[in-house]
Structures are given as C-alpha cells and as structure tokens.
C-alpha cells in the first residue's frame, strides 16, 4: 500500500520557523522526484520546492526562495521541507508528492496544516 504521511505542520509567529516530513512507503522511493506543495483557502494549490530522485537538485517557487530548504534522505524514504522566515501569506495546506521518473506515476499525501499568525 502506497502512503505519503506528512508531519510537522502546526501555528507559528511570523518569522519562526517549521521543518514538515513526508514519510514515504509502498513504492520506490529512489525512482521518485519528490515535490511539497500549499494550498491556502480560497486558492489553487501550488509548487512551493522539488527535488530529483538523487537529491542532487532541487527548485523553488519564488514566493519562498531563500526562505526555504528541501531535503531528502532516501536510506530513510523520507523527505523534507525546512521553513525559515515564516509570513501569514505561507499559511495553507502542505502536501508532499511523488512523481516517478519512469512512467509518471504520481502519488499525493493527505497534507499538513500551516499556520502563520497575522
């Protein structure tokens, strides 16, 4: 059974910092490029970072370039999204994705909730 379990979410001032998992089983986890996205109420989910099968590279959104690490640790299937900086407009949903490099399979987790007081 595949399953994507995100942790770590929770209420923080602006400017504190959160560091999400994303718990991977059930698949491969070394064939998959791995992804985090948000969604804040009332708008579209969104590509906050990704990162290739290898961890040899990863991509950020503008929005949080800088603010923002992704990391993984395939010996462990699990990866990470480190969150400095933190402003309200962070605020959402975090899901974590895995997409395979071979066929374009892609799973989802359930998400974490993010909260960034204003």
């Known amino acids: 059974q595949v399953r994507l379990v995100e942790s770590g979410g929770g209420l923080v001032q602006p400017g504190g910092s959160l560091k999400l998992s994303c718990a991977a089983s059930?698949?491969?986890?070394?064939?998959?490029?791995m992804s985090w996205h948000r969604q804040a109420p009332g708008k579209e989910r969104e590509k906050v970072a990704d990162?290739?099968?290898?961890?040899?590279?990863?991509n950020y959104a503008d929005s949080v370039k800088g603010r923002v690490t992704i990391a993984r640790e395939n010996a462990k299937n699990t990866f990470y999204l480190r969150l400095n900086n933190l402003k309200p407009e962070d605020t959402g949903v975090y899901y974590c994705?895995?997409?395979?490099?071979?066929?374009?399979?892609?799973?989802w987790g359930q998400g974490t909730q993010v909260t960034v007081l204003s």
């Open positions: 994705r895995g997409v395979a490099g071979f066929n374009g399979e892609e799973y």
């Open positions: 059930g698949f491969t986890f070394i064939s998959y490029a």
């Open positions: 990162i290739t099968a290898a961890g040899e590279s990863a």
